[in-house]
């Protein structure tokens, strides 16, 4: 499975943008670029995902770059609910397995 | 929202004994998972589910461990024999095939 690298840890003021990097530098080309977060006490929860172009939903963006070694997930305005650990995980397309394989992610500290 | 409920919540066992986790799915899902988190730890990959038999299995799901799918609504996992390191965060997950996976909040297993 293609390795993802993630800080540790971060922190954000409340109401400001979030940057979180993702260095995933052995991507294959049908490996998507999966973000999802566990909040304190909860399952994971699906983000965002992308192949090549930027998306945007409800709760994100994911920027990827040109040539897909490296993505940021982006939160807009952080809120205190936004405090979680964010995973960034690559995800094949079609094959044989639908699984997630989680790294350590993460620690979004978001302060008032 | 249609969501994955996971029962009970908090489960304790004592070592040796044979526990039953139970999930229900979001009903149009087909593929269905059990990841496990052990305390301080990452989410781990335990086995995943399609067509009413195992799709893929990790190492840690050993013949101690087994899955089923016993009514059309609840996808279970069972550990025969609990010990002491079964103590974890047990989660179940559902998805449609090529689709994000969506978790429960997970059962507490604690053994004694």
């Known amino acids: 499975d293609a390795k993802t690298t993630q800080p540790n840890s971060m922190e954000s003021n409340e109401e400001e943008p979030v940057h979180l990097p993702c260095n995933h530098s052995t991507i294959s080309g049908t490996d998507y670029i999966h973000w999802y977060r566990q909040l304190p006490s909860q399952g994971p929860e699906y983000v965002i995902h992308g192949l090549t172009s930027n998306v945007n939903n409800r709760m994100a963006s994911l920027a990827i770059a040109e040539d897909r070694k490296s993505s940021t997930l982006i939160l807009h305005r952080a809120t205190l609910r936004d405090a979680a650990v964010y995973y960034c995980?690559?995800?094949?397309?079609?094959?044989?397995?639908?699984?997630?394989?989680f790294g350590t992610g993460t620690l979004l500290a978001v302060q008032p | 929202e249609p969501e994955v409920t996971q029962t009970p919540s908090h489960q304790v066992t004592q070592m040796g004994q044979e526990v039953i986790l139970r999930c229900v799915p979001i009903?149009?899902?087909?593929?269905f998972y059990w990841y496990r988190q052990i305390l301080g730890q990452k989410v781990e990959f335990l086995v995943s589910f399609y067509n009413n038999e195992i799709s893929e299995k990790s190492e840690i799901f050993d013949d101690q461990f087994s899955v089923e799918r016993p009514d059309g609504s609840n996808f279970t996992l069972k550990i025969r024999s609990t010990k002491l390191e079964d103590s974890a965060m047990y989660f179940c997950?559902?998805?449609?095939?090529?689709?994000?996976?969506?978790f429960g909040n997970g059962t507490r297993l604690t053994v004694t």
């Open positions: 995980i690559l995800r094949p397309d079609g094959g044989a397995t639908n699984k997630l394989i």
């Open positions: 009903s149009n899902h087909l593929y």
């Open positions: 997950a559902s998805s449609e095939q090529v689709r994000p996976l969506h």
